[in-house]
């Protein structure tokens, strides 16, 4: 059976949710897709923290929830600067940074996804497994040297944008950068 994802977005003891109209982990949560660009907007937008998770059908961590947030697809402006901060990790990713990385890789991941998923395992078919990149390199690929450590390492967690990058803290752009190729 297909996996099935949605964002998870807690502000103020209230969970938005965005759902992309019942798609895989492959299907929907690619960096620069309206699904994962609205849910960074509600971040930047929240002015302040906000517990973010990506849920899968099958998780049994989280309830699946009803969509709270409508996207409509190809009326999102894509976030292009700025960062997104995890404090109690102390590291962050550079929005910026998946422009570049965009120029020569189309279907990136989104990093804010692997990041706030519960498991580094695939829940079901169209999933992402961190064994793929190793596994099955003429699908996937790796910016530089991608860490799976880090893929679910802001699960549950409070996670703000910012303009500038906080200075004592770890930029994981690049380990956490990858894609399917074309």
């Not at 620069?32 to 960074?40: E, G, S």
């Not at 709270?68 to 590291?91: A, W």
């Not at 990093?111 to 695939?122: M, Q, S």
């Not at 699960?155 to 990858?178: F, L, Q």
């Amino acid at each position: 059976m297909g996996a099935y994802y949605q964002w998870q977005l807690k502000k103020d003891d209230k969970i938005e949710v965005i759902k992309p109209d019942w798609l895989k982990f492959l299907e929907s949560f690619w960096h620069f897709n309206d699904y994962t660009q609205a849910a960074m907007i509600f971040i930047k937008e929240a002015g302040k923290p906000v517990v973010v998770n990506t849920v899968c059908d099958y998780d049994d961590h989280r309830e699946w929830l009803d969509q709270t947030i409508k996207v409509v697809e190809d009326q999102v402006e894509p976030l292009t600067s700025g960062y997104l901060v995890n404090d109690k990790t102390k590291t962050y990713f550079s929005l910026a940074k998946f422009v570049e990385f965009r120029k020569d890789h189309n279907w990136l991941i989104s990093p804010l996804a692997l990041l706030t998923r519960f498991d580094v395992n695939a829940q079901g078919g169209g999933d992402f497994d961190v064994e793929d990149l190793k596994q099955d390199p003429d699908r996937y690929g790796a910016v530089s040297v991608f860490n799976p450590e880090l893929v679910a390492s802001w699960a549950d967690s409070e996670v703000r944008y910012t303009d500038e990058p906080v200075s004592d803290y770890k930029d994981i752009s690049e380990e956490i950068a990858c894609y399917e190729k074309d």
